[in-house]
């Protein structure tokens, strides 16, 4: 199954500014690929600019998710935006894969097994009204656990247009397609080749391969389905019925058997379903739901399923005689991809009101769907300690503060990073401090008030301690020794603050600071009785610990 990106979803971000200091910002880094992790492990890129390597990332929360790939019934992938989310539990975990390079607008994946993915988008560049988009593909690469690996780009030849679709066959020949380009690899990935469409296309918005040798595509303007059956050598086009617009959609389970999905012409907001059961001689309306369409997996020549506007999703188990409407598609704003890899299985992508990407499962044939988390969080890394060199933790926050802090691990210079759970009140952390490789303290936001956690056996556990009443959000902490801590932050009422610890933690008492700072963002402590913080156009220093 392929889908094409709708016009409604341009445009839209579901990034969300954010006006709080942190601690560390790194710029300036040009990226080569996309790292990625299953749960509990991040691979390290050997991506080297001007010095410094880029070992992971922090992953983004999936915007709008507009392609999905099931090779299996337990593994997916799904991407949009600059997102790509992956399970490979049947749905139960969604996991982010950590990116470490710029990335275009992902469009559409295909995952012809567990092991091979391929997905496609776009860059555009818009010079005053000149608007040009180019196109990209990135190749999933496997590690050396199940899950793991990365993503990498791949070399398309000069001219490849944006591309909304990707077909895979097979794991060594894919198809991909957007505007008047069609481009595609015998090779696994390895060189990409222009095809010639026939004249006249433009809006390439679909593809589906069944086997190495036939491929099918639909257009949006020119309302017409292009098809191979020589491995893309030559292209031609077939007629598809009148009343029908916007194929948004296609999937062909063999080579004589195809479904493609739209709109309804006119002034009509209805569906269309068209198919071929002759290898594309003729196409036929099947149905015209009363919603628009804009997805359809077919995994047999029997069974599809197809989803569209107004939370809608229908389903035939004939090869079309009957389509009959399921059930509705929970917190869907808009929904643009599905893949069913067996006869009662699928899953869809989207998004929520918020923006936000949407994952939604049915185990029976779209009857009834369930929607699945998404992985939203940390987008932002804000904190980092290294006590030794083949150990460092950093913190990590989602944009709005909506989710529990993250903390990541190395215990080997950064070749693996690793996940630790903070406590669930702990939800922005802004900051981390490790005086030895045991021990760690780290500060933030408890959704308001200050948070402070520690871990005395190398983050396997973290704790909650007790700031004094009133504190607010803190910003940095600084430890010198496993008994001296000082952080810095705001008391709720809105003056600068400095806590301290003598005893490891069990006591935190505020310290005075010179009248109008309103804010103490950084605090650094080099030794246990010198501490310097700044907050503002001020330095303040202590040379007792804080305590004065």
């Known amino acids: 199954m392929a889908t094409r990106v709708h016009n409604r979803l341009l445009g839209r971000t579901a990034h969300q500014s954010h006006g709080r200091m942190l601690a560390a910002v790194l710029t300036g880094l040009v990226m080569t690929v996309v790292v990625m992790s299953w749960p509990g492990t991040a691979t390290a890129s050997s991506t080297s600019v001007d010095g410094w390597r880029i070992q992971t990332q922090a992953a983004k929360p999936p915007p709008e998710l507009t392609g999905v790939s099931c090779p ?3 593994v ?11 399970t490979r539990d049947r749905g139960s975990t969604w996991v982010s894969q950590l990116a470490a390079r710029r990335v ?10 567990i092991t091979a993915c391929w997905a496609a988008g776009s860059f555009v560049k818009r010079k005053g009204e000149v608007t040009k988009s180019s196109g990209e593909v990135l190749a999933f690469t496997n590690g050396l656990s199940p899950g793991s690996g990365h993503w990498v780009n791949e070399a398309l030849p000069a001219g490849t247009q944006g591309l909304n679709a990707v077909s895979c066959p097979t794991t060594s020949r894919c198809w991909a397609v957007g505007g008047r380009t069609i481009v595609a ?3 696994a990935g390895v060189s990409w080749s222009l095809q010639t469409p026939p004249s006249g296309v433009t809006s390439l918005a679909a593809i589906s391969c069944p086997d190495s040798s036939h491929c099918w595509a639909v257009t949006s303007d020119e309302n017409e389905a292009v098809a191979t059956a020589d491995g893309g050598a030559t292209w031609t086009t077939e007629p598809i019925p009148g009343g029908v617009k916007n194929m948004d959609s ?10 493609a999905v739209g709109w309804q012409a006119g002034q009509s907001t209805g569906g269309a379903i068209i198919a071929t059961t002759d290898g594309g001689t003729r196409w036929a309306i099947q149905s015209k739901p009363q919603y628009q369409l804009t997805a359809v997996s077919c995994p047999t020549s029997s069974v599809c399923v197809a989803i569209g506007v107004a939370d809608s999703s229908y389903a035939t188990s004939d090869g079309g005689s009957n389509w009959a409407a399921g059930g509705g598609i929970p917190e869907a704003e808009w929904v643009a991809g599905v893949a069913c890899p067996s006869a009662s299985d699928c899953w869809a992508a989207g998004f929520k009101g918020t923006g936000i990407g949407l994952v939604v499962a049915t185990a029976n044939r779209a009857s009834t769907w369930t929607a699945e988390s998404v ?6 890394l ?12 950093v913190t990590g926050e989602s944009p709005d503060f909506t989710v529990p802090g993250t903390v990541l691990f190395t215990t080997d210079k950064g070749a693996k990073w690793s996940g630790e759970s903070l406590p669930p009140s702990f939800i922005g952390p802004a900051s981390v401090s490790c005086p030895t490789v045991s021990d760690c303290w780290a500060v933030g936001s408890a959704n308001g008030p200050g948070a402070v956690a520690v871990t005395h056996d190398g983050g396997a556990a973290w704790a909650s301690e007790t700031l004094p009443p009133g504190s607010g959000q803190m910003f940095s902490v600084s430890c010198p020794t496993t008994s001296e801590c000082a952080a810095a932050g705001s008391f709720l009422s809105g003056r600068a603050e400095i806590v301290v610890t003598s005893n490891g933690g069990a006591t935190w008492t505020s310290e005075p600071v010179s009248k109008g700072i309103t804010q103490a963002t950084s605090v650094a402590c080099p030794t246990a009785p010198h501490c310097w913080a700044v907050g503002g156009n001020t330095i303040i220093v202590s040379t007792d610990g804080g305590h004065s």
């Open 104 to 113: 275009g607008t992902l469009h559409a994946v295909a995952c012809p097994s």
């Open 250 to 259: 296609i999937s062909c389970p063999t080579s004589s058997n195809c479904w």
């Open 382 to 393: 804000t904190g980092l300690s290294c006590p030794a060199i083949s150990d460092c933790w």
């Open 375 to 380: 992985p939203d969080g940390p987008s932002m």
């Open 72 to 74: 299996a019934t337990t």
């Open 185 to 187: 690899t015998t090779n």
């Open 76 to 86: 997916c992938w799904a991407v949009g935006g600059s997102s790509i989310i992956t």
